[in-house]
Every structure is written in structure tokens, then in C-alpha cells.
């Protein structure tokens, strides 16, 4: 879901909050428009590529259209050739938080730093690419809290031993959301996915009204989902890649999540043993040895020298790292296993050497938690929207006790940790209310036919979007609406790993080619 978050995050620049532009003129989301009424300016980084940038507005609450206005920023990649260009394409890079213009310079997934892979896809030549950075991130009316009581609660461990560690844990937590109701004010009870829908919406209205064309990665699989239900009519054709599953409770997602997890780190096992460019290729049943560590690192915590040193890529970083905090960097590590990916991740073979550093090097400077300092951080609305988007339970001791156990069982190399375990405690009591829960969609895709199905695709190994749930959301759709594109392999999306399944998501995308049913692709 959260593609490299933490890789994300821990290299976003703080470029001070926006004055959020609070026009009378509403946005009315009504009529047929045909020329775009968006207005774009040159805003490349680089003279020699083409990024174009728009601030538009749209209603802080769409149940009141004509009340407050926020700006969101939306960017632009414009067709390579304009005789052959097909139309707009909408894209969202992830996360919640991830962001597409107001990129960081590394490890985001914005239009301006993976612009490489627009730049060299069959896409750019047929389809001017749009990427709003959603609302509540990044140059969209960011979301602000405290970024040292952020610091407190992310450094406090999920995993606690004892009930006052737990309520520790939970109170940190509280205080930290606490604060962004403070900064933040009416703006954090609105970043629900349900109003990211709308927004797009009122975007392609705005951009003059061509169906709508949508690629989606990760959480941006669920802002298509929401707009397929709010909006089928409108699309042309919408591609959800690495599938979040909005129709599920929080309790299975993080048990799905959790196997997923485990699955993956059992691919990178059989990897190191097979492939001599891992670190631990000649250890002697490595994943017992690999569980030795992580409980060792839980009970004596490694150094991380590094995060002292403000040179180091992630600094400011806790002093030390527990085998928890190597799990959670760990999960990040996995979305892609080749090393030239561009997104900011080592690749398997990098990967094994950080980890053999923290193993046998007493040194996991990079897994160590990083500092929050930005008073945007992307984090925050990573929290806020899935907070407002599924019921979270208040658990009692004995209860999150039990969770533990389970955990452990269901995944004994990865036990429990990964997105929504992290997720379940900070939004235990997150001070905006759930207005945008999961829910099934087969009633409403029951009796309607979209022209052409949706295709959902993701790995069988994917360490953060699990596959049973793009199995489940393809039956929710029903086969007249989605097609379910499989890929053999490992990592978080597909469409970067330039195989066999990025270009069928291209002839899907450009000539409206759908896969047959059930489709395995090997790369
Ligand atoms: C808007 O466009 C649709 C489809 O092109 C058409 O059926 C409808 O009449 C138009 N509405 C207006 C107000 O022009
Ligand atoms: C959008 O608005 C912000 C804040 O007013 C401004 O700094 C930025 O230049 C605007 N961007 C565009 C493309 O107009
Ligand atoms: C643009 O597309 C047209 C039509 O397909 C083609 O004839 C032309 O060679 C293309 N131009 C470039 C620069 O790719
Ligand atoms: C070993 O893994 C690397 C990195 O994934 C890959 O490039 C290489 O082809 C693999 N070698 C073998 C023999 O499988
Ligand atoms: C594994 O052992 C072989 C043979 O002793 C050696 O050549 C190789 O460098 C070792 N690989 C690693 C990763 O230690
Ligand atoms: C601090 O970090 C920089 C960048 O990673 C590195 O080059 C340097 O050697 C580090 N300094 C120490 C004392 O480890
Ligand atoms: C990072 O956070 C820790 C824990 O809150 C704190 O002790 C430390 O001073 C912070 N480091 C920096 C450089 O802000
Ligand atoms: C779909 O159609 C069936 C059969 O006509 C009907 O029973 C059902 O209520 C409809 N569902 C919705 C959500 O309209
Ligand atoms: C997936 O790939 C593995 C390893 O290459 C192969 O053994 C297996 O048959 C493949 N499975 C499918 C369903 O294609």
C-alpha cells in the first residue's frame, strides 16, 4: 500500500505550508465542459522535460460544494505526440501521502522523479499523464501535526510486554492525533478516499470532460476503486495495480497483509539460497538463523551509529534499531527486487548486505525509526486517511495480547508486523470520524456493466497489497467488470518492473486490449 513509505518520507523535504487558497467561487461539478478550464504553468525541475503544474479548487466537504475551498495541486507529463494522443490519463503513485509534483528529488514516486518511467513508456506518447497530489498531501492543503509528538509515538514500540507499555503506546498515539486536529483543524476530518474520488472527478470534468483513463498503484487502487463505484459511467478504462481491498475489515486486512509479508520473505529465503549475490547465501538454514536475530534484536537493541551523523541519508534516526524496527524497513525493502528500480530501494542483493550489517555488523543505522521532523510530513496523511477510511477497534490489553499471539502463528518469520498492524494502534482513538468505512461492492457493480472491465493486477508475492485481495475485489466486480492479471513473481506493483505485465498494461491502457480472464504473466 504505502509504496516505500519510509523511504518516502524520511527524505521529504519540508518546504513550509501552503496559504490555502480559500475562494468564494465554488466548483460545480455539473454541465458538459468541453475545453479544459485548467490553466497549466511550466514547473520542471530540469529546462530539458516537459512538467506542467495547476493549483485548482475544490470544496473542503463535498456535501456542502458551496462552502470552504481548498487548493489542490495537480501535475502534468503532456503527450509526447500530440497527433497520436488517445487523451488524459490519471494516476495515483500510492501511499496514502505519496505525492506527484511536490516530489522530493529521491525515493518519491511523483511524476517529476519517476517521470523517467512515463518519459520512457509507450504511455507518454498517447496520453498527457495527471497526478494530483491528493488532498491533505504535499502541495494539496497538507496536513499538519506536531512532528516531536509524532517522533514520541512512532519511537514507542508496537509490540509492547506489559499493559503499561501498551497504554503507553495507545496514550502516545492519541496525543499525536490530538495534535493534528490542533494544526490541522476542519481540514483533517475531510482526506477520506470517498472525497479523493470526487476530487478526481471534478478534475477530468474540469480538463474538459473526455472519459476517464486510470492507472493506480497501491493506495491509488483504491481511489480508482471508489471512483468506479461513485463514477461507471465515466471511464474508459482503469487499470488498479498492487490492489488494496476496501471491502474488508481491519482485522482481516492485517492478517492478509501479515501472509502476504511472510510469503514474500519466504521468496527472498529461497533467493539466498539459490543466488550467491546474497550475503547469507552460504549460511546453513538462514531463516532459522534469520528469527534468531529479530528475537535477539528485540531483546538487546542494535546500535545505529549513523543516525548521529547528519551527513547520513536518514538522519535524524533513533540510537538503536529492535528486530520490530528492521521487520517494518524490511517490508519497504521487498517492493522491488532489481536494484536500477529508480524508486529509492536497494534491490535483494543490497538488502542482504544492510541486513547482514545489522546481523553481524552491530550496525542498523538504516532500519533505526527516523525523527519526524517536517511540519508536513507525508506520514501524516498515510494515518489520516486510513484512520477516516476503516473502523478501527479500541482493544483492551488482554485483546491486543491475543492479536500478538495470532500473529505469530499466522507469519512466525515477519510476526504480525507491517502496515496495518502499525495502522490499528494510531487509529485507535484518531480524533476525525470514520466516514468512509469498507464495504462490499458487489451490490452496486451487481447489475451494472462497465464498457470495458477493470483490470485488476497484482504479484503473487507482494509483501504490502496481498494477493487474495485482488482475488476477492475481481469477485466482488464480478467478471463482466474486472479482469485479474496475475504476475509470477515478487515485489509491491508491476507496471515498474518493465516485464511481460507492464506492457499489458499499456496495450490494455492504449487499445482498450483486456486480458483474457485469469491471466499469468512470468515478468
Ligand atoms: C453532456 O454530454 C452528454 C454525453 O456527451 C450528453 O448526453 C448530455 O446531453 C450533455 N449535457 C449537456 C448539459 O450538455
Ligand atoms: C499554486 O499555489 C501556490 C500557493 O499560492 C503557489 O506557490 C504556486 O506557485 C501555485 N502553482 C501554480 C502552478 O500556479
Ligand atoms: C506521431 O504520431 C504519428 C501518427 O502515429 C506518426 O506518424 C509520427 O511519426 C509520430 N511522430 C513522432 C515524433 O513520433
Ligand atoms: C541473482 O540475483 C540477481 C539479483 O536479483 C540477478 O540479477 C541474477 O540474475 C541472479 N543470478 C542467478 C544465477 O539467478
Ligand atoms: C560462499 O562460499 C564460497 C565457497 O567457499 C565462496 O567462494 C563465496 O564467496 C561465499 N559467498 C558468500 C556470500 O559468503
Ligand atoms: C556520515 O555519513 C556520510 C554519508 O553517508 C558518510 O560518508 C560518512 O562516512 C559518515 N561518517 C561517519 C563518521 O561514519
Ligand atoms: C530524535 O528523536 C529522539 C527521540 O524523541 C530525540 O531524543 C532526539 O533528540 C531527536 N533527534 C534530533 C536530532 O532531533
Ligand atoms: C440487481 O438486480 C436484481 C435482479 O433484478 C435485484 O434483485 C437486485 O435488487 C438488484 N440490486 C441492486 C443493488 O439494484
Ligand atoms: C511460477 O514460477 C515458478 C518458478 O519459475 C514455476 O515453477 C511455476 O510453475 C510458475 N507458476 C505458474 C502458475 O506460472
Same mark, same amino acid.
Given at each position: 500500500?504505502?509504496?516505500?513509505?519510509?523511504? %518516502?518520507?524520511?527524505?521529504?523535504?519540508?518546504?513550509?505550508?501552503?496559504?490555502?487558497?480559500?475562494? +468564494?467561487?465554488?466548483?460545480?461539478?455539473?454541465?458538459?465542459?468541453?475545453?479544459?478550464?485548467?490553466?497549466?504553468?511550466? &514547473?520542471?525541475?530540469?529546462?530539458?522535460?516537459?512538467?506542467?503544474?495547476?493549483?485548482?479548487?475544490?470544496?473542503?466537504?463535498? !456535501? $456542502?460544494?458551496?462552502?470552504?475551498?481548498?487548493?489542490?495541486?495537480?501535475?502534468?507529463?503532456?503527450?509526447?505526440?500530440?497527433? *497520436?494522443? #488517445?487523451?488524459?490519463?490519471?494516476?495515483?503513485?500510492?501511499?496514502?501521502?505519496?505525492?506527484?509534483?511536490?516530489?522530493?528529488?529521491?525515493?518519491?514516486?511523483?511524476?517529476?522523479?519517476?517521470?523517467?518511467?512515463?518519459? !520512457?513508456?509507450?504511455?507518454?506518447?498517447?496520453?498527457?499523464?495527471?497526478?494530483?497530489?491528493?488532498?491533505?498531501?504535499?502541495?494539496?492543503?497538507?496536513? /499538519?501535526?506536531?512532528?516531536?509528538?509524532?517522533?514520541?509515538?512512532?519511537?514507542?514500540?508496537?509490540?509492547?510486554?506489559?499493559?503499561?507499555?501498551?497504554?503507553?503506546?495507545?496514550?502516545?498515539?492519541?496525543?499525536?492525533?490530538?495534535?493534528?486536529?490542533?494544526?490541522?483543524?476542519?481540514?483533517?476530518?475531510?482526506?477520506?478516499?470517498?472525497?479523493?474520488?470526487?476530487?478526481?472527478?471534478?478534475?477530468?470534468?474540469?480538463?474538459?470532460?473526455?472519459?476517464?483513463?486510470?492507472?493506480?498503484?497501491?493506495?491509488?487502487?483504491?481511489?480508482?476503486?471508489?471512483?468506479?463505484? %461513485?463514477?461507471?459511467?465515466?471511464?474508459?478504462?482503469? +487499470?488498479?495495480?498492487?490492489?488494496?481491498?476496501?471491502?474488508?475489515?481491519?482485522?482481516?486486512?492485517?492478517?492478509?497483509? !501479515?501472509?502476504?509479508?511472510?510469503?514474500?520473505?519466504?521468496?527472498?529465503?529461497?533467493?539466498?539460497?539459490?543466488?550467491?549475490?546474497?550475503?547469507?547465501?552460504?549460511?546453513?538454514? @538462514?531463516?532459522?538463523?534469520?528469527?534468531?536475530?529479530?528475537?535477539?534484536?528485540?531483546?538487546?537493541?542494535?546500535?545505529?551509529?549513523?543516525?548521529?551523523?547528519?551527513?547520513?541519508?536518514?538522519?535524524?534516526?533513533?540510537?538503536?534499531?529492535?528486530?520490530?524496527?528492521?521487520?517494518?524497513?524490511? *517490508? /519497504?525493502?521487498? #517492493?522491488?527486487?532489481?536494484?536500477?528500480?529508480?524508486?529509492?530501494?536497494?534491490?535483494?542483493?543490497?538488502?542482504?548486505?544492510?541486513?547482514?550489517?545489522?546481523? /553481524?555488523?552491530?550496525?542498523?543505522?538504516?532500519?533505526?525509526?527516523?525523527?519526524?521532523?517536517?511540519?508536513?510530513?507525508?506520514?501524516?496523511?498515510?494515518?489520516?486517511? #486510513?484512520?477516516?477510511?476503516?473502523?478501527?477497534?479500541?482493544?483492551?490489553?488482554?485483546?491486543? *495480547?491475543? /492479536?500478538?499471539?495470532?500473529?505469530?502463528?499466522?507469519?512466525?518469520?515477519?510476526?504480525?508486523?507491517?502496515? @496495518?498492524?502499525?495502522?490499528?494502534?494510531? &487509529?485507535?482513538?484518531?480524533?476525525?470520524?470514520?466516514?468512509?468505512?469498507?464495504?462490499?461492492?458487489?451490490?452496486?457493480? *451487481?447489475?451494472?456493466?462497465? $464498457?470495458?472491465?477493470?483490470?485488476?493486477?497484482?504479484?503473487?508475492?507482494?509483501?504490502?497489497?496481498?494477493?487474495?485481495?485482488?482475488?476477492?475485489?475481481?469477485?466482488?466486480?464480478?467478471?463482466?467488470?474486472?479482469?485479474?492479471?496475475?504476475?509470477?513473481?515478487?515485489?509491491?506493483?508491476?507496471?515498474?518492473?518493465?516485464?511481460?505485465?507492464?506492457?499489458? #498494461?499499456?496495450?490494455?491502457?492504449?487499445?482498450? $486490449?483486456?486480458?483474457?480472464?485469469?491471466?499469468?504473466?512470468?515478468?
Amino acid at each position: 500500500m504505502a509504496r516505500s513509505l519510509n523511504i %518516502l518520507q524520511f527524505l521529504f523535504l519540508a518546504t513550509g505550508s501552503l496559504t490555502h487558497s480559500v475562494t +468564494v467561487a465554488p466548483n460545480p461539478v455539473t454541465g458538459n465542459t468541453t475545453t479544459s478550464t485548467i490553466s497549466w504553468t511550466d &514547473c520542471s525541475p530540469d529546462p530539458s522535460i516537459a512538467l506542467k503544474c495547476a493549483n485548482f479548487s475544490i470544496p473542503l466537504d463535498w !456535501s $456542502k460544494p458551496w462552502g470552504p475551498q481548498i487548493n489542490l495541486g495537480i501535475g502534468m507529463i503532456p503527450a509526447a505526440n500530440a497527433s *497520436q494522443r #488517445i487523451g488524459y490519463l490519471m494516476t495515483n503513485p500510492g501511499g496514502p501521502g505519496g505525492a506527484d509534483i511536490q516530489a522530493n528529488g529521491k525515493g518519491d514516486l511523483g511524476l517529476t522523479v519517476t517521470g523517467q518511467y512515463w518519459r !520512457s513508456s509507450q504511455l507518454h506518447q498517447y496520453f498527457d499523464i495527471v497526478g494530483p497530489d491528493p488532498r491533505g498531501v504535499a502541495s494539496s492543503s497538507p496536513l /499538519e501535526c506536531d512532528p516531536d509528538l509524532w517522533t514520541t509515538a512512532s519511537q514507542t514500540s508496537l509490540f509492547p510486554e506489559d499493559e503499561e507499555s501498551y497504554n503507553e503506546l495507545v496514550n502516545a498515539w492519541k496525543a499525536a492525533g490530538e495534535s493534528c486536529a490542533e494544526k490541522s483543524g476542519e481540514r483533517l476530518n475531510h482526506v477520506d478516499t470517498l472525497s479523493v474520488a470526487r476530487d478526481f472527478e471534478a478534475i477530468r470534468i474540469a480538463l474538459g470532460d473526455e472519459p476517464m483513463t486510470f492507472l493506480g498503484f497501491s493506495y491509488g487502487t483504491q481511489v480508482g476503486l471508489q471512483y468506479a463505484e %461513485l463514477f461507471p459511467n465515466d471511464i474508459r478504462a482503469m +487499470v488498479l495495480d498492487a490492489v488494496l481491498d476496501h471491502t474488508q475489515e481491519e482485522v482481516y486486512m492485517l492478517e492478509t497483509e !501479515s501472509g502476504g509479508y511472510e510469503d514474500t520473505l519466504d521468496q527472498f529465503f529461497l533467493w539466498c539460497a539459490r543466488n550467491s549475490s546474497c550475503a547469507f547465501h552460504n549460511t546453513t538454514d @538462514f531463516p532459522t538463523k534469520f528469527d534468531n536475530y529479530i528475537t535477539a534484536a528485540n531483546q538487546n537493541p542494535i546500535p545505529a551509529p549513523q543516525c548521529s551523523n547528519a551527513s547520513f541519508d536518514f538522519y535524524p534516526c533513533a540510537s538503536t534499531a529492535s528486530g520490530y524496527d528492521i521487520l517494518t524497513f524490511l *517490508q /519497504e525493502l521487498l #517492493i522491488v527486487n532489481r536494484p536500477d528500480n529508480g524508486l529509492g530501494v536497494p534491490g535483494l542483493a543490497d538488502m542482504s548486505l544492510l541486513l547482514q550489517l545489522a546481523f /553481524e555488523g552491530n550496525d542498523a543505522s538504516f532500519f533505526a525509526t527516523a525523527n519526524t521532523t517536517s511540519p508536513i510530513s507525508s506520514d501524516y496523511p498515510y494515518t489520516a486517511v #486510513i484512520c477516516q477510511d476503516w473502523h478501527h477497534q479500541s482493544l483492551s490489553w488482554p485483546e491486543f *495480547q491475543t /492479536e500478538m499471539i495470532f500473529a505469530n502463528i499466522i507469519s512466525p518469520h515477519t510476526r504480525g508486523q507491517g502496515e @496495518f498492524w502499525r495502522l490499528q494502534v494510531r &487509529c485507535m482513538n484518531w480524533p476525525a470520524p470514520v466516514v468512509n468505512p469498507a464495504h462490499s461492492i458487489a451490490p452496486t457493480f *451487481q447489475n451494472l456493466t462497465l $464498457k470495458t472491465p477493470v483490470l485488476l493486477v497484482n504479484a503473487f508475492y507482494d509483501p504490502e497489497t496481498a494477493y487474495p485481495f485482488s482475488v476477492n475485489l475481481q469477485r466482488q466486480f464480478g467478471e463482466r467488470n474486472a479482469v485479474l492479471l496475475s504476475r509470477n513473481g515478487s515485489g509491491h506493483t508491476s507496471w515498474y518492473s518493465m516485464g511481460d505485465t507492464h506492457f499489458a #498494461i499499456n496495450n490494455y491502457l492504449i487499445d482498450l $486490449k483486456v486480458p483474457q480472464p485469469a491471466t499469468i504473466l512470468q515478468s
